[in-house]
């Protein structure tokens, strides 16, 4: 059996709108820290424990952006909970085989050569990146649930008019507070924000 890593409320809160068939966008605006990116990725491995056959696409703007963040953190918590295994790495390609489903990272530059292939679950990993361009095409060959997540650094965005809307959305808003496993001294650089940079501070 896995080791269950603790969930946030932010997990929590996901986990019951992908449950609600009624819903097929999560949107998550969070803070730094604030367990959004972690907690999206917890619930897809959870689900992949428990179904089998599924296509998730996980994509972040850029190659290099993709590395260090939402696959760092993805392979993060399965070696914590003991489910990392190099025979279903796919290091080449980047994908992951989990129970008998196909865990694939992309950039958009890889995205673009993928525009016709379908997939079950869609996360796109700080989606301010994006241009609705970008998410449109990912999204109609999508058949289940889409995630979004974003620190919350723009004032106008696509996000807000085409897909907050929407009222087959879920709208999770987050910050460190959120976290209850955020060690002390995170939390006290993320609140020296308030005397540093006002805008940062509201952002982060």
């Known amino acids: 059996m896995p080791k ?9 809160d996901n986990q019951r709108a992908f449950e609600n068939p009624d819903i097929k966008i999560i949107v998550n605006q969070g803070g730094a820290r604030s367990s959004k990116t972690i907690s999206i990725a917890q619930l897809i491995i959870l689900h992949c424990l428990n179904v089998t056959g599924l296509i998730v696409t996980i994509v972040r703007k850029t190659t ?4 260090s963040s939402v696959m760092r953190d993805f392979f993060w918590i399965l070696n914590n909970m003991g489910l990392y295994s190099q025979e279903n790495h796919n290091k080449s390609l980047n994908e992951y085989r989990l129970n008998g489903n196909l ?5 958009m530059d890889i995205a673009e ?3 016709g292939t379908k997939r079950d679950i869609l996360w796109l990993n700080e989606a301010t990146e994006f241009d609705y361009e970008d998410y449109f095409q990912l999204s109609i060959r999508t058949t289940q649930k889409i995630f979004l997540d974003y620190n919350p650094s723009y004032e106008f965005h696509w996000i807000y008019e085409r897909v907050l809307t ?11 507070k959120d976290n209850p496993y955020l060690e002390q001294t995170l939390v006290d650089e993320i609140e020296r924000l308030k005397e540093v940079d006002e805008n940062y501070w509201k952002i982060y």
């Open 4 to 12: 269950l890593l603790q969930p946030t409320f932010v997990c929590r």
């Open 64 to 67: 290099p952006a993709l590395h």
């Open 103 to 107: 865990i694939e990272f992309i950039s």
């Open 113 to 115: 050569k993928k525009k």
């Open 166 to 176: 929407r009222k087959d959305t879920f709208f999770i808003q987050s910050s460190y």
